[in-house]
Each structure stands twice: as C-alpha cells, then as structure tokens.
C-alpha cells in the first residue's frame, strides 16, 4: 500500500479559507494546487470575489489555483474569463460544461482555449462531455478537465470505469489533465490515481486523513480499540 509521499497523481485542495490554504502551504508540500468556486466562497464568507483571487494568488505562491466565473451568459462568461486570466498566469479559468439552461459551453471553451487561456472545465459527469471538451481544448494549451466522481458515485453508479475511460479519451491531448472531483474518502485519492487522473481535489478534512494512507490494518484496529475504551472511561459509563 502506497503512503502519501509515493503518490504520483497531483493532489489539489479545493477550498475558499485563506487561512487554510496558508497553512496547507506552510506544512503540506504533497499539495500542489488549489481549486474553488462560488458555493465554496459564499459558505467562507467571502464577500470580495477579485480581492479573496488576488490574496489567494499571492499565497498560493505561484501553484495553480482555479477560480470560476460566475455568469449564465456566455458573453459574460468571457468578460469574466478574461478578467480571471489577467489576475495572474498560476489562475485557471473554470468553465462550467453548461450553463443553467443546459446549453453547452463548448463554443465559449474553444474560443478561450484557442487564445491561450488555461482553463479547467467544471461540473462534467459524463463520458460524452468529456469527449466534446477534449475535441474543444487547444492542444498546446495546460487545462484541466474536472469530473464530479464523488457526485457520479452519490447517484449510485461506481465511477471508477468511467475515469477510466474519460482517462482514454484525453489519451492524445497530454495538456489535458484530468481531475476527480469531490471525492469522499482517502480511497478515492488511490482509485484516481489508478485510473489514470492526474489530479484529485480534496478538502481538508480528507487531507487530514492523508497520514492514514499505508496505514497498517491491526495497528489501526488496535488504536480503533484505545479510542472506544478511553472514550468510555473519559465519560464514566457504567452499566
């Protein structure tokens, strides 16, 4: 079993706390990323959307950090892009596939891409928009092409074949990467990386869990035993 210093995918927190990304700068170097987007700032509290990306771009240090625009129109969409792109070379632009209409982002990703804009294209779910983004992206151009696994799995379906095979579609486009999405657990980091992602975002209450990756199995039961005494003992249950 693989500890987190042996894994090759690139792991990205996703997040909107200043804070939390200055401190998973100062003591986490296996993170080499971050993503967010607006439900995530408005549950922080953020109520500057230029001024969180700017501090936020400063702290980051030059990793790759995503911001998404927010419109529903695609000609505000690309005013928005543009904006984020010029706030510094580390941000990517996140593109959601559709907006609420359903209609497709397509035509507004191929025109971004084909100015040297890196974007990362947001909310997929399936292979077929997977297919239609890696035919839309500029091939010399960095991206990243964001797959909700975690969602696919909340709906039932085991999301492990189809990474794998949205791994085989951006076979020919290696500036592509592709991203699991809103994972659940820390074996999600190891499905990911076995399917042939690049990069996983996680939260950090699951980079709080990353030491327990390799994690010896009787060790872990033992300690699990400790926790259930001493939790007992501290709350003076008798029977």
Request: aromatic content about 6%; some cysteine; proline content about 5%.
């Amino acid at each position: 079993m693989r500890t987190a210093d042996q894994l090759k995918i690139k792991l990205f927190m996703d997040g909107a706390e200043i804070e939390s990304i200055r401190a998973a700068i100062a003591s986490m170097p296996h993170i080499k990323g971050f993503t967010t987007n607006p439900t995530l700032m408005r549950k922080a509290g953020v109520k500057d959307y230029a001024a969180f990306a700017k501090e936020a771009i400063s702290v980051v240090k030059g990793l790759s950090i995503s911001f998404e625009v927010f419109s529903d129109e695609f000609f505000e969409m690309e005013r928005e892009a543009r904006i984020i792109h010029s706030w510094g070379p580390n941000a990517s632009v996140k593109i959601p596939i559709t907006n609420t209409r359903a209609e497709s982002s397509i035509p507004l990703i191929r025109h971004l891409s084909a100015d040297g804009i890196p974007l990362n294209i947001t909310a997929i779910m399936t292979n077929d928009q997977v297919r239609a983004v890696g035919q839309a992206l500029h091939p010399d151009i960095p991206s990243i092409v964001s797959v909700f696994a975690g969602r696919i799995a909340d709906a039932g379906l085991d999301p492990v074949p189809l990474m794998r095979q949205a791994a085989e579609i951006l076979r020919d486009r290696p500036k592509a990467e592709l991203l699991w999405a809103s994972p659940r657990e820390v074996l999600n980091i190891v499905q990911a990386e076995e399917t042939g992602c690049k990069i996983i975002t996680a939260t950090k209450d699951i980079l709080a869990k990353l030491p327990l990756l390799g994690r010896d199995l009787t060790e872990y039961s033992l300690d699990t035993v400790k926790m259930f005494y001493n939790d007992a003992a501290a709350a003076g249950y008798k029977i």
